[in-house]
Each structure stands twice: as structure tokens, then as C-alpha cells.
């Protein structure tokens, strides 16, 4: 019954995941006009599935660093109810956060779940407080600001070799092709006749626009920077699918201390999937705040945006650091809207933002407590 149970909260918690989540890689898209809302969700949930997926052969040291035994000293004192509560306080959090359009960090919300429940499980000394601060707290605050900075300093270097991209496109080509085949009738002077039949066929070069532009059996054009930065976007999200499964699924797994490959593997497809019917279903809403709200941008700023989230949080699930894809993000695209000079960040937006992320430790921590309390009476 305890594992059902908390079978389904971690599914709930997944999708809630991956609602608040995918705009960290399609907000660009979105932002800077390469596509609409609806085609940007569908390739956001593509590319988080297949991340968090890869995530179970890839970034298990995440597993090991929100595991019980990374939070609590004694992990094999642990009430059954403990995951439970610590996965309540989290999925409540971000549902809200969700369905109000608020970008927050799944990651703030499991770790303040996690010490709410161990407050009400142990004591205040119980927490190792050094390694969560070393293991959690630590990379999480000097994410968003390395997102920035990133940004800031490579931006020049992007927007050079996007400017290049962007002289160039792939195009798709159709010419047609006359084949001659015998023929069963004859004429009237006892020759074979030739039969001749035209088939379309399809070809693909890389050129300059203006030479796509002249080719008369151009059948279809897309730009090089476009491929690009769908390419970047599928890149972000695939590295937030890779970090942020393993944390989610630390909740299944560390209480019990499963080590079947089998059980593991199930898991992780079974989180993926969620997370990617949460990101089709409740992307929308948190991909206008972060496209829309912080910041203009163009093709270049997106693609600076989108390489420098995917660089760090990939780097960071390979090596077990829990940062968050949310903050990365975030981060990135305000380093983009500041190379523009502050007046053109929508500081309302941005407080919204920051806001949530400071309350999101506390806030959680305290419903984890009180599932905890409620759970175990």
C-alpha cells in the first residue's frame, strides 16, 4: 500500500515536473519568434523524455545525493512515511507554482521537503547540514549566477559564429527524372516503342540564402541558425530531462534502498513518461512567463540562452551536482536581456520569480513537515 502510494505521488510529482520545467528550454523559441507555443511543447516533451530516460544509465550519482542517507544521519531509522511526506510537500508546491505560471525549482522544492520531513522525523541535529550545504545548497545558489556570467562573457562569441549560421540554409530540392522504358506495343513499322515515365526526386545541399532563393526547383528552405536553435532547445531540455529524473526518482528508490536494475529502469521510464505528459499538458502556462515577460530576445540571444543551460546542466547531472534547470535558465535569459542594459528586463516578472525561489525552501519544507505530522498520526 506505502509503495502505491508513493508510486503515484512520485508519478504526480513528474508531471508537475514537467509542466513547470520544459519552458527551460522552449521559452527561447517561443521568445524570439522561431515558433509557436504548441510546436515548442511538442518538441520540449520529445527531447525531456528521451533525457530523463538516458538519465537512469547516465546520472545516478543524483540518486545517491537525494537519497535519505545524503540528508538524515541514521537513513535506516526512517518511518515509511517519510517519503511520502517529503514527496506531498514538493508536489504541492510545484502543482501551484505550475498552474500560476511561476518558473520554480523542483530541486528547492524536494530539498526543502526533505529537511521539513526530517525535522519532524529526527531532530535539527539529526541534519547533516554540511553536506547538504556542500552536496545542494551550494550549487544551487552559484548556478543561476555562473548562467549569467556564462552568457554575458561567450555571448560575443556566439552571436559571431550564429551570425555566420545565418548566411546559410539547407534546402530541399526536387527535380524531376525521365526514365525511358520498353514498351509492349509497337508501331506500325514494327519498332518498339519507348515509354517514358517522371519521377520527382528529392535532393538535399547546403547554401547561401540568396543561392537557395535563385534555384528553381527549391522545393523547401530552413535557415541554418533555425536548425540550430531548435537543435539548442532540444539540447536544454534533454539535459533538464537528465537532471532532474534522477532527484525525482531518489524519492522511489533511496528509502528502500532498491538496487534491482530491473526496478530502476522501470522507475525511470515510468517518471520520464510522466514528465513528458506533463510537459505536453501543462507546459503553456510557464513557457509565456519565461518567452514573454523577462526579456526580448532574437535568434542569437536564444541560442546563448539555450547552449549555456545545456552546458551547465548537463555537466552538472553527469557529475551528481543538483542545480537547478529552472534558476540556469532564468539566469541565462536575464545575462542575454542585460547585455541590453536593465530597462529592458521586465523586473516584475523577474521579483515574481525570485520571490518564488526564496520561498520555495521554506514553503515546501513546511508542507513536508505537515504531511509528515498528518501522515504518521
Not at 540571444?301 to 557529475?319: D, K
Request: proline share 3%; with cysteine; aromatic share 10%.
Amino acid at each position: 500500500m506505502i509503495i502505491a502510494a508513493l508510486t503515484l505521488l512520485v508519478i504526480l510529482l513528474s508531471f508537475a515536473n514537467g509542466g513547470n520545467d520544459v519552458a527551460n528550454g522552449i521559452a527561447t523559441l517561443v521568445g524570439s519568434g522561431v515558433s509557436d507555443y504548441k510546436k515548442a511543447v511538442v518538441w520540449g516533451t520529445i527531447w525531456t523524455i528521451a533525457g530523463a530516460i538516458i538519465s537512469a544509465f547516465f546520472a545516478l550519482a543524483m540518486v545517491k545525493t537525494f537519497s535519505p542517507g545524503g540528508i538524515v544521519k541514521s537513513p535506516y531509522n526512517l518511518n515509511e512515511m517519510f517519503p511520502l511526506a517529503v514527496t506531498l510537500g514538493a508536489l504541492v508546491w510545484v502543482s501551484f507554482a505550475t498552474r500560476t505560471g511561476l518558473p520554480v525549482s523542483t530541486t528547492h522544492s524536494i530539498t526543502g521537503s526533505f529537511v521539513g520531513a526530517a525535522l519532524a522525523a529526527f531532530s535539527i541535529n539529526d541534519i547533516m547540514w554540511a553536506s547538504l550545504a556542500k552536496k545542494i545548497f551550494i550549487p544551487l545558489a552559484f548556478s543561476p549566477i555562473a548562467a549569467v556570467g556564462i552568457c554575458w562573457l561567450f555571448f560575443p562569441l556566439i552571436r559571431f559564429a550564429s551570425s555566420w549560421a545565418e548566411k546559410y540554409c539547407v534546402c530541399l530540392e526536387t527535380n524531376p527524372r525521365v526514365i525511358y522504358k520498353p514498351s509492349l506495343q509497337k508501331s506500325s513499322s514494327g519498332s518498339q516503342l519507348a515509354m517514358v515515365e517522371s519521377i520527382d526526386q528529392a535532393s538535399i545541399k547546403v547554401d547561401t540564402k540568396n543561392a537557395c532563393m535563385e534555384t528553381a526547383s527549391l522545393s523547401k528552405k530552413f535557415e541554418v541558425l533555425d536548425i540550430l536553435h531548435w537543435l539548442s532547445a532540444g539540447m536544454t531540455c534533454f539535459a533538464r530531462g537528465l537532471n532532474d529524473a534522477p532527484k525525482i526518482a531518489a524519492l522511489a528508490l533511496g528509502i528502500y534502498y532498491i538496487s534491482s536494475e530491473v526496478y530502476i529502469n522501470t522507475t525511470f521510464l515510468i517518471i520520464a513518461i510522466a514528465m513528458g505528459a506533463g510537459s505536453y499538458v501543462w507546459g503553456f502556462r510557464v513557457t509565456e512567463t519565461l518567452s514573454r515577460k523577462v526579456t526580448q530576445m532574437d535568434h542569437h540571444e536564444g541560442l546563448a540562452a539555450n547552449l549555456t543551460t545545456s552546458l551547465l546542466v548537463g555537466v552538472a547531472a553527469r557529475f551528481g551536482l543538483p542545480v537547478s534547470t529552472t534558476q540556469v535558465s532564468s539566469g541565462a535569459i536575464i545575462g542575454i536581456g542585460l547585455k541590453h542594459g536593465v530597462k529592458m528586463i521586465g523586473w516584475k516578472a523577474v521579483s515574481e520569480m525570485l520571490l518564488a525561489w526564496v520561498i520555495t525552501l521554506p514553503v515546501s519544507a513546511i508542507l513536508a513537515y505537515l504531511a509528515f505530522y498528518v501522515l504518521s498520526i
